[in-house]
């Protein structure tokens, strides 16, 4: 079974730049996670799809960050215009259903450092 | 606001000795509980879980985690350390929709 694939595996942009990065979760997962983990913390939730629908963008800093998941199966986040801030490792996890209690299968991140 | 705490950011063993990582957490609903590690150069991934029944759960490579409802703590625990878990160890609870993730725990072993 394939695992959640990411791309690019690294990124270096300017400041005031803007990046997307794309996920394709494991076949058949209904829920989609975005995380941003930030050099020395946890991973912090950006978004959670549920199909093309979302569940959670409570932590999402809208005003420079979107994301999609336009037929329910992959999945794109952009960031218009980076800050310095940014510089984070961005996860991509899937699971088979939404609920706290799923096991959620992970990427291999994203290296984003803006300069 | 819902936080997870993990006590050590790191943790260097020598191999076969006994390992315990702490992991607090502030929630006082009913919450389910899981282990993620990082090994060098992999993806972050399942260790165990805990949702309900026995406290004492099992996961993989030999390590386990004790739920203390009373405490509010998941720690996990292996015996006997081999230089290959050397890894980072996240500790991430989960209520309603959300999972929330400690800081980490990165661990080495030296051989």
């Known amino acids: 079974e394939a695992g959640v694939a990411q791309s690019p595996r690294y990124k270096i942009i300017e400041k005031r730049q803007s990046v997307a990065f794309w996920c394709n979760p494991i076949?058949?997962?209904?829920?989609l996670y975005w995380y941003q983990q930030i050099l020395g913390q946890g991973p912090k939730l950006l978004i959670q799809?549920?199909?093309?629908?979302?569940?959670?963008d409570s932590q999402l800093p809208k005003d420079r960050f979107s994301a999609e998941r336009l037929k329910g199966v992959d999945s794109t986040l952009k960031i218009q215009p980076a800050k310095l801030e940014d510089s984070a490792v961005y996860l991509c996890?899937?699971?088979?259903?939404?609920?706290?209690?799923?096991?959620?299968?992970f990427g291999p991140g994203t290296r984003l450092l803006v300069l | 606001a819902q936080s997870v705490s993990q006590h050590n950011h790191h943790v260097i063993l020598s191999e076969a000795a006994s390992l315990e990582l702490g992991c607090n957490y502030s929630y006082g609903g009913t919450v389910n509980l899981f282990w993620y590690v990082q090994y060098p150069g992999q993806h972050l991934q399942l260790l165990l879980k805990?949702?309900?029944?026995d406290p004492l759960v099992k996961g993989i490579k030999g390590f386990e985690a004790e739920f203390i409802k009373s405490k509010f703590s998941f720690n996990l625990r292996k015996p006997s350390v081999q230089w290959s878990d050397t890894a980072e160890y996240f500790c991430a609870v989960g209520s309603n929709y959300q999972l929330i993730w400690g800081a980490g725990t990165k661990l080495i072993i030296k051989p």
């Open positions: 805990y949702f309900s029944g």
């Open positions: 799809f549920q199909n093309n629908g979302v569940v959670d």
């Open positions: 996890a899937s699971s088979s259903d939404q609920g706290a209690g799923q096991t959620q299968y």
């Open positions: 076949s058949g997962h209904a829920t």
